[in-house]
């Protein structure tokens, strides 16, 4: 068996990892965190909407994003607002954002910060 049919291993992670270690990692949250839900006081990357950041060797950026709900009003939007978040960081070559909507999103989801903002905590 080939690891492409391969099953997902036991305890493999529901969303795929981002490539924290990238130098441009952390200018790329920051890009996300200036996007907001309109209905939600709160960036969509601390209400935990944006499941991965993959950034190739090449500098092409992939977003893996969700919303609160599919029947979100903005779901036609919201992508290009992340991608026109992102597009100027400087380094940054290329943006694809991707909707997904496994795992759905929780509130667990959101950081502290999200939740006490919210009134959660």
């Not at 068996?1 to 997902?8: D, F, S």
């Not at 990238?22 to 965190?33: I, K, M, N, S, T």
């Not at 991707?98 to 910060?113: A, T």
Request: glycine share 6%; hydrophobic share 45%; aromatic share 6%.
């Amino acid at each position: 068996m080939t690891a492409e049919n391969a099953a997902p291993m036991e305890g493999a992670p529901l969303i795929r990892p981002s490539s924290t270690d990238h130098p441009l990692y952390d200018q790329l949250v920051e890009a996300c965190r200036s996007v907001y839900d309109p209905e939600i006081p709160v960036n969509i990357y601390d209400l935990g909407l944006i499941y991965t950041i993959e950034i190739s060797a090449e500098n092409d950026v992939l977003v893996l994003m969700t919303l609160t709900a599919p029947g979100c009003p903005v779901a036609g939007e919201m992508p290009g607002w992340v991608a026109d978040a992102i597009s100027p960081v400087p380094g940054v070559k290329s943006v694809d954002v991707e909707m997904v909507w496994d795992p759905p999103w929780g509130m667990d989801m959101m950081s502290d910060e999200a939740r006490l903002e919210l009134g959660f905590m």
